[in-house]
Every structure is written in C-alpha cells, then in structure tokens.
Nanobody, 130 residues
Framework: QVQVVESGGGLVQAGESLRLSCTIS????????MGWFRQAPGKGYEGISC????????LHEDSVQGRFTISRDSAKNTLYLQMNNLKPEDTAMYYC???????????????????????WGQGTQVTVSS
C-alpha cells in the first residue's frame, strides 16, 4: 500500500523561501514519475512541478518557473519542492502525487484525482503574506 506524507508548509512573508518534503513508501521510488500540485481557496487542483521516472526531466508551471525547484532523494524516498521568492498568489494547500504524466498535460486546466495522478497525501498549507 502506497503512503504519501507531505510536510514543510507554513506562514511566510513575500520574498521568503520554504522547502516542502514528501515521503512516499510502498513503491519503487525512482521508477515512478511524481509531481506537486496545489489548491488555492475556491479553485481546482493546479499542477505546478513534476519530475519523470529516473529524473530524466523536470518541468515547472510558468508562474513558478525560476522560483520553484523539484527534486528527489531516493535514499530517503523523499520528494522535495524548494520554493524561493514566494508570492501571496502562491498561497494554497500543496500536495505531492505519484504516477503523473510529466509533460504539458500536468499543467492543464484542472487535475483530476485517479485520472491524472494515483496517490496523494493530506497536503501541507503554504500561506504567503504581503
């Protein structure tokens, strides 16, 4: 059984940084494409970053390109999202997900659970004040 646990969120001021972590168990870590998505109040699920199996490529949504970096540590079965220069519009609940399609499709209009990703956790809240 796959278990996903996100952590690292918090309340920060604009311009500050956070690093989100996601520990995933129950699968062969490097073989699985993974991603981060977020949900702002009143909005759907928005894909923001993804990394393909065996780290062949990583992609970021335009609004976070140059500020966010996705990475993973196979020895720790942990996926990361380094977020720099945070903005108030980054305020959302952040989730990590498994078995994503790490392509332009990850950044489509709205992600659907079980259709666009398989496993996800309870999320971690990021709040950025101006």
């Amino acid at each position: 059984q796959v278990q996903v646990v996100e952590s690292g969120g918090g309340l920060v001021q604009a311009g500050e940084s956070l690093r989100l972590s996601c520990t995933i168990s129950g699968l062969t870590f490097d073989d699985v494409p993974m991603g981060w998505f977020r949900q702002a109040p009143g909005k759907g699920y928005e894909g923001i970053s993804c990394i393909s199996a065996n780290n062949a490529r990583s992609l970021h949504e335009d609004s976070v390109q140059g500020r966010f970096t996705i990475s993973r540590d196979s020895a720790k079965n942990t996926l990361y999202l380094q977020m720099n220069n945070l903005k108030p519009e980054d305020t959302a609940m952040y989730y990590c997900a498994t078995y994503v399609d790490c392509s332009a499709d990850w950044f489509g209009p709205e992600l659907l659970p079980r259709n666009d990703f398989t496993d996800w956790g309870q999320g971690t809240q990021v709040t950025v004040s101006s």
